[in-house]
C-alpha cells in the first residue's frame, strides 16, 4: 500500500515494520531533526496506518458480503437438487448427488420452553447459564460513589491524531 503521508525513512528505520514496535528509542530519541519534526512524523505514521487499517476492515467487508452471497448461492442450488432429485439419486464420474435424512431441534417457544424447563430436578442439564459483566453499569456505579469490591475506576493515557 502506497503511503498517503511522506513519512521519514529515519523514523521508520526504528521500527519492526511488521508490528509497529519501536525497536530502536534511543535511536528514534537521538534522531538529528527537530522535536516538531519527529512528532510529526511519527504522527503521520500513525494516520498511514489508520489509512490501511480501514481499507482493510472495508476489504474484509467486502469478503464477508460476497462469501453471504456464495452461501446464499449454495443453499439455493443445494434446495433446487433436493427437489429434482425427488428422493433420487445422482451418480457419475465428476459427482455423486443423493440425498440424506437427520433431526434438528426446532424451538418454537423458547421462553415457555425455559420456564418448564426450569420446573425440572435439574434443569442445569437443559439451560447453560452464562455470567456477563455489565462493565458500563459497573462504572456508572462507581462514578456515583458506589463501593463494589474487586472494580475500580482507572485512568488511561490516549493520543488523539487528527
Known amino acids: ?17 511488521e508490528t509497529g514496535e519501536i525497536l530502536d528509542t534511543e535511536r528514534l530519541d537521538a534522531l538529528q531533526m ?15 496506518l489508520n489509512a490501511e487499517a480501514e481499507a482493510v476492515k472495508a476489504e474484509a467487508d467486502k469478503l464477508t458480503a460476497r462469501k453471504r452471497a456464495l452461501d446464499n448461492k449454495i443453499t439455493a442450488l443445494k434446495s433446487w437438487l433436493l ?18 435424512h437427520s433431526q434438528r431441534l426446532a424451538v418454537v417457544d423458547e ?13 442445569g442439564r437443559f439451560v447453560r447459564y452464562t455470567e456477563e459483566l455489565r462493565k458500563d453499569e459497573i462504572k456508572k456505579a462507581l462514578k456515583d460513589g458506589t463501593i463494589i469490591p474487586g ?5 488511561t493515557e490516549s493520543v488523539v491524531i487528527k
Request: charged residues 30%; negative net charge.
Open 1 to 17: 500500500m502506497r503511503a498517503l503521508y511522506e513519512i521519514d525513512q529515519e523514523i521508520l528505520a526504528c521500527a519492526d515494520m
Open 83 to 100: 427437489i429434482a432429485l425427488d428422493g433420487g439419486k445422482l451418480k457419475t464420474p465428476r459427482c455423486n448427488v443423493y440425498q440424506t
Open 34 to 48: 527537530e522535536r516538531e519534526q519527529k512528532l510529526e512524523g511519527v504522527a503521520l505514521w500513525v494516520k498511514d
Open 151 to 155: 472494580a475500580a475506576l482507572e485512568t
Open 111 to 123: 421462553a415457555g420452553l425455559i420456564s418448564f424447563l426450569k420446573t425440572l430436578e435439574d434443569p
